[in-house]
């Protein structure tokens, strides 16, 4: 019988494929890691969206705006998919044939966490649960990136695509 941190691991290594399956079933064309090359552009891309929930829980999402800088973004290991929880998000990558260049989590923008200290000189962290909110994604810009979209990661329904202008 398997370790409970070997099961674990497997869990997690089964999730990871099973959702780049899923995020790659709704691109035109599969990922193939041998042949995609990406060059590295030193580029940061910040998105900004508004999001809204209504009451049945179908969210809707607008672009508002993007900027492009020069900059390298350090790694984060809490952008993993692998993080990802109900009403997280999951940022896509694309190229001009919709292959999938990278992915990254987006925490549920719906739900912030507000840090209180309590007269007892503790600090709370209350959660704030929003039917509406805006929100920016920062990620480090590939040089072939012509698509990025944004899913739930619950049932990995694309809300929205952005179209990138490199130029």
């Given at each position: 019988m398997p370790s409970t941190k070997t099961h674990t691991q497997t869990i997690k290594m089964l999730f990871l494929m099973f959702s780049w399956m899923l995020i790659a079933c709704g691109t035109t064309k599969t990922v193939n890691p041998e042949t995609l090359v990406?060059?590295?552009?030193?580029?940061?891309i910040f998105l900004?969206?508004?999001?809204?929930?209504?009451?049945?829980?179908?969210r809707t999402l607008t672009f508002i705006k993007q900027n492009i800088v020069e900059g390298k973004l350090k790694p984060n290991s809490s952008w993993s998919v692998e993080n990802a929880q109900e009403g997280d998000l999951i940022c896509a990558q694309l190229n001009k044939n919709s292959n999938i260049i990278s992915t990254r989590l987006i925490k549920n923008p719906l739900k912030k966490h507000v840090?209180?200290?309590?007269p007892s000189g503790n600090i709370e962290i209350t959660t704030i649960n929003q039917d509406k909110t805006q929100f920016s994604v920062r990620?480090?810009?590939?040089?072939?990136?012509?698509?990025?979209?944004?899913?739930?990661?619950?049932?990995?329904?694309?809300?929205?695509?952005?179209?990138?202008?490199?130029?």
């Open positions: 990406i060059a590295d552009t030193n580029k940061i900004t969206y508004s999001i809204s929930e209504d009451p049945s829980g179908k840090e209180s200290f309590h990620l480090a810009l590939h040089s072939q990136t012509s698509i990025i979209t944004i899913s739930n990661f619950a049932d990995r329904k694309s809300l929205i695509s952005t179209k990138i202008n490199l130029e």
